[in-house]
C-alpha cells in the first residue's frame, strides 16, 4: 500500500557523487567529489534508501558498453562500502535519441529529464516518490525529479554553477541549492528535516 512506501535519496551521478570527466568509459578514472561518502554514510544512518539514477549516453555512443558501466558501479558501490557507507541501488539510462548507434538510438523514458528510472525505483523499492528528493546538478535532474513529484536540490559541484545560472528567473526552482552532496544532506535532515517533508505532503 502507498502508506507503507517509504521516502528516499535519488542522487545522480557525475558531478555529484563523482568527479564530472565529460564521458567516464574506466573504472580507474573514477573519482569520488570530496565529502560525498560521507554525505551517504550519515542517509544509510538515518534509513534513508540512497539510489543513483544516471544518462549514461556514452553507452549510446559507442564510448563504453554496459558492461563497462557495470564495472564503474561495482567500483563506485566498493569505494564507498569502504568507507563505511551504502548505495542501495543503481539505475541508469543507456539511450540516446539522435547519437544513439543501434538500438541504443531511441525516444525513451527513462533518460532524464524524463522521470522513467526514478518510477522504476519507486516499483522496485517501495518507495514514496512524493515524499523524495531528487539531488542532481543539472537542469534534467531536476526536471526528472519535478515530473516524478520528488522535491528536488541543486548542487554547485559539477555543472551546478552553470544550471543556476540557466535557471535564474526560470518560474519553477529547486526547493534548495546546495554547494555539494554533504551540505544538501545537511539541509535536508536538519533545516528541514525528512519527518517534516514527509508530513507536508501527506
Known amino acids: ?20 570527466v565529460g564521458y567516464l ?30 544518462n549514461q549516453s556514452a553507452v549510446a555512443r559507442g564510448l563504453c558498453t554496459e558492461a563497462d558501466v557495470a564495472t564503474i558501479h561495482a567500483t563506485l558501490a566498493k569505494q564507498v562500502q569502504q568507507q563505511g557507507a551504502r548505495i542501495d541501488r543503481f539505475y541508469y539510462c543507456p539511450h540516446h535519441p539522435s547519437e544513439g548507434q543501434g538500438a541504443y538510438r531511441i525516444v525513451c523514458d527513462c533518460r532524464k529529464p524524463s522521470a522513467g528510472l526514478l518510477h522504476r525505483a519507486a516499483d522496485d523499492l517501495s518507495l514514496s ?5 531528487m539531488v542532481g546538478d543539472k537542469a534534467s535532474d531536476l526536471e526528472a525529479g519535478w515530473e516524478a513529484g520528488c522535491y528536488t536540490v541543486l548542487v554547485l559541484t559539477g555543472y551546478g554553477f552553470q544550471t543556476q545560472v540557466q535557471l535564474k528567473g526560470a518560474p519553477r526552482q529547486p526547493d534548495h541549492v546546495a554547494a555539494h552532496l554533504g551540505a544538501a544532506v545537511e539541509w535536508l535532515l536538519h533545516r528541514s528535516s525528512t519527518h517534516r517533508l514527509m508530513a507536508k505532503r501527506i
Open 1 to 20: 500500500m502507498l502508506m507503507d512506501r517509504q521516502p528516499a535519496i535519488f542522487l545522480d551521478r557525475d558531478g555529484v557523487l563523482i568527479e564530472e
Open 25 to 54: 568509459r574506466r573504472a580507474e578514472d573514477l573519482r569520488l567529489v570530496p565529502g560525498a561518502t560521507d554525505a551517504i554514510r550519515r542517509l544509510n544512518e538515518h534509513g534513508l534508501p540512497v539510489v543513483v539514477v544516471t
Open 129 to 133: 516518490l512524493a515524499h523524495s528528493i
